[in-house]
């Protein structure tokens, strides 16, 4: 009896066992279309899968066991991979998938629709630009990305330099016509993409600009008269005696000296051009003036009585 007993049990849950089935869902992105089969070790097709930007595949229930995904692209699309599995659904890859269902799974399958948009940036900027899902797509210097888009849907990309550069214009690198839009400096550019259309967006840094030019050097020329004698210098280096000039950059502020001999007194400055002219008739020994031109000053001693 003990043994007719275990016997109809095992039977029960060998049965529940063998039939055991779990849920694999297969999501899908990138706007493309194509076909994923799942096949049973025997070759027997499970389910077949028809996608296209409007459709998803829908969770199948499948029993537990082997099971081989394969993914076939329409024409002109193009299967980029399996990724994001959950579960027993581990693959990577675009070649077929073979896993085995032991729990509910799930699995990534993305397709590129002909429309496809690459994109690289050279320069100091970043390319901006909206996919058909609403996610804001940054393409950053140095760097390149290729992204789906429903077919004859508009794209618009904004080009944003650095501080300190200049946007230097697009450069289609292939997909003309449809992208020829975008070979001037229209910022953003828009245009309907139709086909894959590969897009450089430049940027440079302008050169520092020029140094000014140097200010002209202008000269001041002292002369001296007068019953008496003394030495002017100037707060250049002059010292007049021999030298009775300075030359400096114009804008240059100067202060002048008279200095009369111990049998000589000051009387005053004279004579003055130029920016010069502020010292005329002043007694004071210290006269200062800006030199922005070439001028001349006369320093008058006399003799002490």
């Known amino acids: 009896m003990k043994v007719i007993l275990f016997s109809i049990l095992c039977v029960a849950v060998c049965a529940t066992a063998l039939s055991a089935s779990f849920e694999l869902k297969i999501n899908t992105q990138g706007f493309g279309s194509g076909r994923i089969v799942g096949s049973l070790p025997n070759g027997t097709k499970a389910f077949i899968c028809e996608v296209s930007p409007s459709t998803v595949c829908s969770t199948q229930t499948l029993p537990a066991g082997s099971i081989t995904l394969t993914a076939t692209a329409a024409a002109n699309h193009e299967f980029d991979g399996w990724s994001h599995g959950t579960g ?12 085995n269902l032991n729990a509910n799974s799930t699995i990534l399958a993305t397709f590129f629709p002909p429309s496809v948009l690459a994109l690289q940036v050279s320069g100091p900027g970043k390319a901006i630009f909206t996919m058909n899902n609403g996610a804001v797509i940054t393409c950053q210097s140095g760097f390149g990305l290729a992204e789906p888009f429903i077919p004859n849907s508009q ?7 650095d501080a300190g550069s200049n946007f230097a214009g697009w450069k289609v690198l292939s997909g003309s016509p449809a992208g020829a839009m975008c070979s001037t400096q229209s910022n953003p550019c828009v245009f309907v993409i139709d086909k894959r259309i590969s897009i450089e967006a430049k940027f440079i840094t302008p050169p520092p600009p020029p140094p000014p030019p140097p200010p002209p050097t202008v000269t001041l020329t002292v002369t001296k008269g007068g019953t008496g004698t003394g030495t002017v210098t100037d707060s250049q280096g002059m ?10 950059s114009a804008g240059t502020a100067i202060t002048l000296r ?3 001999s111990s049998n000589s007194t000051f009387r005053n400055w004279s004579g003055g051009t130029g920016s010069a002219t502020a010292c005329n008739n002043s007694t004071a020994a210290l006269c200062r003036i800006t030199l922005s031109e070439n001028s001349t000053i006369r320093a008058t001693f006399e003799l002490t009585q």
């Open 258 to 260: 008279a200095l009369p």
């Open 155 to 161: 794209v618009s990309i904004k080009a944003v330099p």
């Open 88 to 99: 027993s659904a581990a693959c990577s890859g675009n070649g077929p998938c073979t896993i």
């Open 239 to 248: 010292n007049c005696g021999a030298d009775c000039s300075s030359s400096v």
